[in-house]
């Protein structure tokens, strides 16, 4: 029952570096999503993923990539992280059938 | 421009009495809303939605209302529990939240129920 799995929980970088966020999930939906969520700005959709093979931009996708790597994964990229990335990041999966998202537990992210 | 809004931050109700969560939304495109609830270190969870097709949803303690005119929704808690301390996001979607209909979500409310 492990749902929505994301690694690591907890990140330092250093402004410069690079690192890959993971995502797992293993509810075979089709659909899956990167949210950051920073202090009165609630949740906003960074990347996200009709489908294996497919990604689109959303609200806030500046400084990031993405990469569906198949119907279960989905990784977020960060190639030259900036003290403007320090968040908590979510994935999420869904299914048009069902309502809403399952999200993961969060990787919490700090650059300095 | 934010598309859905949740302007109080914080509530605080006691143990027993209503809790009434606001949001409203200023996209008419907007089909279908959702309430999350979200408790530290932890992920989101679903809690309850509506379609705008309806006015009212209930599910036990958990009831929210839709006023399409007004563009504003509420999630009201009743009878409130002091586990029901955690923020509360609006979402909103054109559709059931597939791909091609991506959740916005507001900014979150707090709620604390005092015992």
């Known amino acids: 029952n492990a749902g929505v799995t994301q690694t690591p929980k907890f990140q330092v970088l250093k402004t410069g570096q690079s690192m890959t966020l993971q995502c797992a999930q293993d509810?075979?939906?089709?659909?899956m999503y990167w949210y950051r969520q920073d202090p009165g700005m609630g949740l906003r959709l960074i990347y996200y993923?009709?489908?294996?093979?497919?990604?689109d931009k959303g609200e806030v996708p500046n400084g990031y990539n993405v990469s569906r790597l198949n119907k279960r994964e989905f990784s977020l990229r960060l190639e030259s992280a900036a003290p403007s990335q320090t968040s908590v990041y979510f994935c999420a999966s869904s299914e048009p059938e069902t309502y809403g998202y399952t999200f993961g537990s969060g990787t919490r992210l700090t650059v300095v | 421009d934010q598309q859905v809004k949740q302007n109080s931050p914080s509530l605080s109700v006691q143990e027993g009495r209503i809790s009434i969560l606001n949001c409203d939304y200023t996209?008419?495109?907007?089909?279908?809303f959702l309430w999350y609830k979200k408790y530290p270190a932890e992920g989101p969870t679903f809690l309850i939605s509506i379609s705008s097709i309806k006015d009212k949803n209930e599910d036990g303690r958990f009831t929210v209302f839709l006023n399409k005119s007004a563009k504003h929704l509420s999630l009201h808690i009743v009878p409130s529990q002091p586990g029901d301390s955690a923020v509360y996001f609006c979402a909103a979607s054109r559709g059931y939240g597939g791909a091609t209909n991506k959740l916005i979500f507001g900014t979150g409310t707090l709620l604390a129920v005092q015992p």
């Open positions: 993923s009709a489908s294996e093979g497919t990604t």
């Open positions: 509810m075979n939906h089709n659909s």
């Open positions: 996209n008419s495109m907007f089909d279908y």
